[in-house]
């Protein structure tokens, strides 16, 4: 998860300052509850993710290392090259939590 690199907030807005990247490209997607997205990684691309709505399920692997996390509107992550990705759209609106979910079938890979 980043945090952001510069806030600053006065009497008519708060100001959150992301991040500072040389951006080659921008993708916006809507995802079906269930649907598994990713599960692949890009030798040379960075890609940075910014939650609007829903939650997914997070899940990433550089190497032999796996971790995952649920990931919610308003979140913000980065996927480093070399770094496999997958992620399942749980729901639309709302969190979720850890011990509700049942995932299967999610383990992203190199290939």
């Known amino acids: ?6 806030q600053h907030k006065n009497q008519k807005r708060n100001l959150f300052q ?3 990247d040389d951006i080659k490209q921008v993708n916006f997607y809507e995802a079906k509850k269930g649907a598994i997205l990713g599960n692949h990684y890009h ?4 890609e940075y993710f910014y939650i609007t709505r829903g939650t997914v399920l997070l899940k990433t692997n550089q190497g032999k290392e796996l971790a995952q996390r649920i990931v919610n509107k ?12 997958a992620a399942l759209k749980l729901a639309h609106f ?3 939590s850890p011990h509700q979910l049942q995932p299967h079938g999610i383990k992203p ?3």
């Open 18 to 20: 992301l991040f500072t």
């Open 43 to 46: 030798k040379e691309t960075k």
């Open 94 to 96: 709302g969190r979720s």
């Open 109 to 111: 890979s190199c290939h």
């Open 1 to 6: 998860m980043l945090s952001p690199e510069y």
């Open 74 to 85: 308003g979140e913000f992550f980065l996927v480093e090259p070399q770094q496999a990705v």
